[in-house]
């Protein structure tokens, strides 16, 4: 049983382009999302949180949209450049767990 | 400068070896995780830990034992029962819970191969 699913495997852009990675899950108890950036061979690295209270974050040229009706999250990067190239995980956890549960990952490609 | 450490970045063994990876962080956070990731999946929880002494098995702990005697050191020792070692594995910590922010941060990984 998938809790996070990201359904799109990969995803081009050209550079300067808004890029928008999609995430939805199923657990109605989730209260807390993230996105992580991760290159080959490295650790995810943080990009930005959003909390359940929350519909939107934002930090520089990220950000978080959640839409908790559709249990829908997604990340917009604008502008995108070719630095932003890796796979993209979306995570999600609930109050009263110290569980995080990860998707399948997006890779995106930002091209030049 | 704070964070997780892990080590080696590569480590191989032959098939039947127990193997352990280490995990240390500074950053004084109560919860250490172990994930193993493979090619085109997702993250998989092993194990986790909220306190020294005590962790709970996650989605995939089969194969797999853990130690929390320090609250710095969470390290995974991979058996001979795992019947598919090969992987890269990822340690991770978050703070002790509380309203507001639960990042979750990671090492830069080992990868295993069992030959």
């Known amino acids: 049983d998938q809790q996070v699913k990201q359904n799109s495997p990969s995803l081009s852009v050209q550079e300067g382009r808004i890029s928008i990675l999609n995430c939805d899950y199923t657990?109605?108890?989730?209260?807390?999302f993230l996105w992580y950036k991760k290159y080959p061979a490295e650790g995810p690295t943080f990009l930005i949180s959003?909390?359940?209270?929350?519909d939107k974050n934002e930090d520089g040229r990220f950000t978080v949209f959640l839409n908790k009706s559709a249990k829908h999250l997604s990340l917009h990067i604008v502008p995108s450049q070719p630095g932003d190239s890796a796979v993209y995980f979306c995570?999600?956890?609930?109050?009263?767990?110290?569980?995080?549960?990860f998707g399948t990952g997006t890779r995106l490609k930002v091209l030049a | 400068d704070g964070g997780i450490t892990q080590s080696p970045k590569y480590l191989f063994r032959k098939e039947g070896q127990n193997v352990t990876l280490s995990c240390e962080q500074n950053?004084?956070?109560?919860?250490l995780y172990w994930y193993r990731q493979d090619p085109g999946q997702g993250l998989r929880l092993i194990y986790y830990?909220?306190?020294?002494?005590?962790?709970q098995k996650g989605d995939i702990a089969e194969g797999y034992s853990v130690s929390r005697e320090k609250k710095e050191s969470f390290p995974l020792t991979v058996t001979s029962a795992q019947k598919n070692p090969t992987a890269f594995y990822l340690c991770?910590?978050?703070?002790?819970?509380?309203?507001?922010?639960?990042?979750?941060?990671f090492g830069p990984g080992t990868r295993l191969t069992v030959l």
């Open positions: 830990s909220q306190i020294v002494n005590d962790f």
């Open positions: 950053l004084n956070h109560g919860a």
């Open positions: 657990n109605s108890m989730f209260d807390y």
């Open positions: 995570a999600a956890s609930h109050t009263g767990t110290y569980k995080y549960i």
């Open positions: 959003i909390s359940s209270i929350k």
């Open positions: 991770a910590s978050s703070p002790a819970y509380a309203a507001g922010d639960r990042e979750q941060f």
